[in-house]
C-alpha cells in the first residue's frame, strides 16, 4: 500500500503542476471565458446543491487519503 500512497502523491503532485502552467498559458481572455462559462453553468443549481456537492467531492478526498495513509504504515 505505500507503493499506492506514494504514485497518488505522485499522480496529485502532476496534476497540480499541470493545472498551475495550463492557467499560466492561457490569455487573460481565456480565464475570463472559462471564468464566464462556469459561473453561467453553476447558475442552473440551486446553492445548496452547489455545497452539497462541493461538502462531498471534498470529503470523498479526504476519505481516500485517509484510506491510502492507513495503508502505508
Same mark, same amino acid.
Given at each position: 500500500? $505505500? %507503493?499506492?500512497? #506514494?504514485?497518488? &502523491? =505522485? $499522480?496529485?503532485?502532476? +496534476?497540480? #503542476?499541470?493545472? %498551475?502552467? !495550463?492557467?499560466?498559458?492561457? %490569455?487573460?481572455?481565456?480565464? &475570463?471565458?472559462? +471564468?464566464?462559462? /462556469?459561473? !453561467? &453553468?453553476?447558475?442552473? +443549481?440551486? !446553492? !445548496?446543491?452547489?455545497?452539497? %456537492?462541493?461538502?462531498?467531492? /471534498?470529503?470523498? &478526498?479526504?476519505?481516500? =487519503?485517509? =484510506? /491510502? #495513509?492507513?495503508?502505508? $504504515?
Amino acid at each position: 500500500m $505505500k %507503493s499506492e500512497y #506514494r504514485e497518488y &502523491l =505522485q $499522480k496529485i503532485t502532476a +496534476f497540480n #503542476r499541470w493545472e %498551475s502552467m !495550463d492557467h499560466r498559458n492561457r %490569455s487573460a481572455g481565456q480565464n &475570463l471565458e472559462q +471564468f464566464v462559462t /462556469l459561473y !453561467d &453553468l453553476g447558475r442552473y +443549481f440551486s !446553492d !445548496d446543491q452547489k455545497n452539497r %456537492s462541493h461538502r462531498e467531492h /471534498l470529503n470523498r &478526498l479526504i476519505e481516500v =487519503q485517509e =484510506q /491510502l #495513509r492507513k495503508g502505508a $504504515k
